[in-house]
């Protein structure tokens, strides 16, 4: 049992990046192996996360965002939902079969609105079908009109082409990932689809891919004026309007070290920010969870705390009513 030191507070914490899978796929059996019930079984992880001082969770399943199989996705997020509305603390994203195109992921959204789930959750790329690609417009249409928000997961295996980034000493893992996910932030802003879709919310794990550290970078390379080439890249003031005002990113992805936290507080409002775990994958144990909490409360002030930890994560999802 951790050390509670998130303990004296008076708002609920909740962990909009939490995993649960109702069925291991082969790819994950390995990993599976390693973590064990928590990774799948409800009641252990609830349990752990009680252990932590942490009030709810919002759970997803990565093996099925992007999938091509309708009905197996369908499927996996039904047993999902029943998992869910057996436990008052659990909320769910329902996985969206992007593969199997964007009309057949945005009606499997609006079932599973229509069921109760409180959002969605899509990689960055699925069997080649990019976030930022016209096919996935009719996902964004559904989750503006309901005001559901939609987590955007990195590719897990090769986010980057393989010749780019592998996982021999774990580079995709490390830096691939969080690359796609800032350039499907770039996308989305330069390619203009957030002016499109005024009320889309987009919650990109990691950080965001921990692009508030690189920000220098990008007011570098995108001070206008400076570089040949720029006729479609918007201003730099621009861009950072719009990461300040349209985009959310959870705090998962680093470890609990305070440093990315901290960053993304200084660079960003923390209204865009909301707390995740990434667990069973990153956060495995009591004690990690709780300080992955804990970093928050050590680097925000007690109101921005209350805000990231739970406060923005309610506002965002659907079929809430707190």
Same mark, same amino acid.
């Given at each position: ?6 303990a ?11 995993? +649960? *899978?109702? !069925?291991? #796929?082969?790819? %994950?059996?390995?990993? =599976? ?7 799948? &079984? ?14 709810? +969770? *919002?759970? !997803?399943? #990565?093996?099925? %965002?992007?999938?091509d =199989? ?7 997020? &039904? ?15 329902a ?33 080649g ?12 249409d ?14 897990i295996?090769?986010?980057l ?7 021999k ?9 969080e ?10 802003i330069h ?5 499109d ?17 690189m ?9 206008i004026?400076?570089w040949?080439g ?14 300040e005002?349209?985009?959310?990113i ?9 440093a ?16 995740g775990?990434?667990?069973p994958?990153?956060?495995?144990s ?5 300080r ?17 930890l ?7 999802l ?5």
């Amino acid at each position: 049992m951790p050390q509670n030191t998130v303990a004296d507070r008076d708002f609920p914490i909740v962990d909009f990046g939490a995993h +649960l *899978v109702t !069925s291991v #796929p082969d790819s %994950m059996k390995a990993l =599976d192996d390693i973590i064990g019930p928590i990774h799948r &079984d409800p009641v252990q992880t609830i349990e752990r996360y009680e252990a932590a001082g942490i009030d709810r +969770l *919002v759970l !997803s399943q #990565p093996p099925f %965002m992007g999938h091509d =199989d309708v009905e197996e996705t369908a499927a996996a997020n &039904d047993e999902l939902l029943e998992i869910i509305e057996e436990h008052e603390q659990l909320y769910g994203l329902a996985a969206l079969p992007v593969g199997a195109g964007g009309d057949a992921a945005a009606e499997e959204l609006e079932r599973c609105l229509d069921a109760g789930y409180h959002g969605g959750a899509l990689e960055t790329t699925s069997h080649g079908i990019k976030l930022s690609d016209e096919e996935v417009r009719s996902v964004f249409d559904v989750a503006s009109r309901e005001g559901a928000p939609l987590l955007v997961h990195p590719k897990i295996d090769d986010s980057l082409h393989p010749d780019v980034l592998d996982d021999k000493y774990r580079l995709n893992a490390i830096f691939g990932r969080e690359a796609a996910l800032s350039e499907s932030i770039f996308e989305m802003i330069h390619m203009g689809i957030l002016d499109d879709y005024p009320d889309l919310d987009l919650v990109f794990h990691h950080l965001g891919g921990n692009i508030a550290s690189m920000l220098g970078r990008v007011h570098l390379h995108h001070d206008i004026g400076r570089w040949p080439g720029q006729e479609h890249i918007k201003p730099y003031n621009e861009f950072k309007q719009q990461l300040e005002e349209r985009i959310y990113i959870d705090s998962s992805g680093f470890f609990g070290y305070h440093a990315p936290v901290r960053t993304a507080l200084e660079e960003l409002p923390s209204s865009q920010v909301v707390f995740g775990t990434d667990a069973p994958y990153e956060g495995r144990s009591s004690d990690e969870l709780n300080r992955f909490a804990t970093v928050v409360t050590d680097v925000a002030s007690q109101t921005d705390a209350a805000a990231v930890l739970g406060g923005n994560t309610l506002d965002l999802l659907a079929n809430v009513d707190e």
